[in-house]
């Protein structure tokens, strides 16, 4: 259990946190959301014993064991598998003790070493390191590669690597899910349910969000408040506290019939049926919170385009890759590329990192040349191109205005702080240099200078790293409004889900759509991960060799596969009654902690109704692991 009484947090002369009183019970899994610089990271760092409290107490457990991620990675030669080997420190300075003591031929130092080991679960270390290294992307061939040969992002999932092979009994992660693709973000999520210890988790990816907590800590104007539940349950229970304290009825009703017409949208799209519902679930889970919408000061839009040609882009028979500035010979990455945008169209591009999604839409801008193939564009084709550098490239010790200047040099100066001001850049902010903007900050200017030019294709590749909740939502809206054609890279799979109609999967030097929604994605990949390779050799027992089969054995094996496939059956359907009565008893619990007179009552009531509706997801979850397996073996 850790305590906060009366606990304040200053960050110079500003007041970040102020009589924070607060329990978080073991086991729990707590999100903590709010603004960018309300306080969330400087939490963390006082649970790390980084900052001492201004006011009031921090009460931690005796012998806490703490893990978090590192914001640093030193350029080291040690095999990247032995650097996340390493997060286990007990077992380090055993393994260290062990080698010291075969150095000196000591053998009662060697035994107790190895005795200290075992207590560890030591020698099976380099298997769990390795499966995390394999869960968060990393190739097998890349394992034994020193850390200082990987790039920055690589370096940041080490550096989560070896806190999640730490042993704990809390976990701190701040935006785990940045430098990740979205299969990494899918098996740290599972991986993150099975955590036994307490998990304190702060995210701006609320799909991350809602799959993983259980509560909810809301950081605002300096006061903490925790609500149970995921942050789709937090956002509903907010709005109701908000309706309680009267936002205004107009604003709320707008934001309604906003809503109401991406569905209505939407579900005029026939043609992308499963597309539509899986943005219907999505909205479906932001029903009710219309107040919380309204409250949001932020919103902004892409203008209309000026031409909106039918045929815009097609990349032909194209191979994508790089030139080889050294007289060798490219480096191809995708083969055989068709891929052709219409206007209207609007495509979320899935895929490991490193699988090609980048190069792909470096080749549609035109930065990358085709190594073999045609890239044919419309001569009204404008498009607006947002790479995952683009926040660095902006120029530092200049304004906003001095960046929209360089883009519109004849366009008078009250025009361009019209327009900044439609992006939150409005009096003195346009004149402040970007030096001391936040990342989220940086990459609304850049998004800004992107719209100035009223793109009809908008490429947006990681357009969301350094955006806070506010900030996508607002960006989700407006890419929702968007007329043109848009290509989008994302790991916030609530972004992915609200704009993209389709969806193509880059993988394996190859580019190809992919049949389904978001939910299939992730079932695809779970099932991928379970499943045997398809491409496993055969039995190398030559068909000559086989042995013949009579019809009565043949009989027999039938009619032990129908006896199999009943009993498989009986057991789905039994899943599925547990399943449909755990699900009536989450929406009776939602009910009553929707109900705020739940949080004007006893406190041990509140967290008894959190802790059952806690336990009836993670049964859930189990129950939905067996169902999709079980039915796997049936359509086999």
């Given amino acids: 259990m850790i305590a906060f009484r009366h606990f304040a947090l200053r960050r110079g002369a500003r007041l970040l946190l102020s009589d924070i009183d607060l329990v978080i019970q073991s086991g729990w899994r707590l999100g903590v959301v709010g603004r960018n610089g309300c306080g969330k990271s400087s939490l963390f760092a006082a649970l790390q014993g980084q900052v001492e409290a201004d006011a009031g107490e921090l009460d931690l457990p005796a012998r806490l064991r703490l893990a978090s991620v590192a914001q640093e990675t030193p350029a080291l030669p040690d095999p ?6 390493g997060g286990d420190e007990e077992l380090a300075i055993a393994l260290r003790d062990e080698l010291d003591a075969q150095a000196r031929g000591d053998t009662e130092a060697m035994a107790k070493a190895h005795h200290r080991i075992e207590e560890l679960h030591g020698y099976d270390a380099r298997a769990r390191a390795g499966r995390l290294l394999h869960g968060l992307g990393f190739a097998p061939e890349t394992h034994e590669r020193a850390v200082r040969e990987f790039s920055g992002g690589w370096r940041v999932r080490l550096n989560l690597a070896r806190a999640l092979m730490a042993p704990s009994e809390l976990l701190l992660l701040d935006e785990p899910t940045n430098h990740l693709d979205l299969d990494a973000v899918l098996w740290l999520e599972e991986w993150l349910r099975r955590y036994q210890g307490t998990l304190l988790v702060i995210s701006h990816d609320r799909e991350f969000l809602d799959g993983v907590i259980t509560h909810t800590l809301h950081l605002n104007e ?22 309680l304290q009267q936002i205004a009825h107009e604003r709320e009703q707008a934001e309604r019939a906003h809503l109401q017409s991406f569905i209505d949208r939407f579900k005029a799209k026939a043609s992308k049926a499963k597309q539509a519902q899986s943005r219907m679930k999505r909205l479906e889970k932001m029903a009710g919170t219309e107040a919380v919408r309204a409250e949001r000061s932020f919103r ?13 882009l097609q990349l032909e028979e194209v191979t994508a890759g790089y030139p080889d500035d050294g007289g060798g010979a490219p480096a191809a990455i995708l083969h055989d590329v068709r891929f052709r945008l219409e206007a ?14 980048s190069t792909l839409v470096k080749t549609l801008v035109g930065e ?10 419309h001569k009204d084709l404008k498009i607006g191109y947002f ?3 683009t926040v660095e490239s902006l120029h530092e010790g200049s304004s906003p205005l001095q960046h929209l200047q360089d883009k519109a040099p004849g366009v008078g100066t009250q025009v361009l702080r019209d327009f900044l001001g439609g992006w939150n850049f409005a009096g003195d902010r346009a004149f402040e240099s970007v030096d001391g903007f936040s990342g989220g900050e940086r990459a609304r200017l850049a998004l800004a200078l992107i719209a100035w030019d009223k793109p009809n294709l908008l490429l947006l590749d990681e357009p969301t790293n350094h955006l806070d909740l506010d900030m996508r939502e607002a960006l989700a809206d407006a890419l929702a409004d968007f007329d043109g054609a848009l290509v989008l890279v994302s790991h916030d799979r609530h972004l992915l889900g609200m704009v993209c109609d389709s969806f193509w999967r880059v993988a394996d030097g190859q580019v190809e759509g992919f049949d389904g ?5 992730a079932r695809w990949l779970r099932a991928r991960g379970s499943s ?12 000559n060799s086989t042995p013949a089969v009579s019809a009565t054995d043949r009989r027999r094996a039938a009619a032990a596969q129908r006896e199999n496939e009943k009993a498989t059956r009986q057991k789905v359907k039994k899943i599925e009654t547990r399943m449909a009565a755990i699900d009536e008893e989450l929406g009776k619990l939602e009910a009553k902690l929707a109900d705020p007179e739940v949080y004007n009552g006893a406190t041990a009531e509140m967290m008894k109704l959190g802790q059952r509706q806690a336990e009836l997801r993670r049964e859930k979850e189990t129950l939905e692991a067996q169902w999709l397996e079980l039915y796997e073996l049936l359509e086999a």
């Fill in 80 to 85: 990247a598998i032995e650097y996340v080997m």
């Fill in 222 to 243: 300096g006061r903490a408040k925790l609500y149970t539940g995921n942050y789709s349950a937090f956002e509903r229970q907010r709005a109701e506290h908000l309706r």
């Fill in 300 to 312: 902004f839009q892409f203008a209309v385009p000026e031409r909106l040609p039918d045929s815009m």
């Fill in 344 to 357: 209207g169209d609007r495509v979320g591009l899935l895929g490991p990192n490193g699988a090609g999604k």
């Fill in 368 to 377: 990358l040349a085709p190594l073999a193939g045609e890239r044919k564009m």
């Fill in 387 to 389: 790479a995952q550098h």
């Fill in 517 to 521: 929604d978001l939910d299939d994605y």
């Fill in 532 to 543: 045997p390779k398809k491409n496993a050799p055969a039995n190398s027992t030559s068909a």
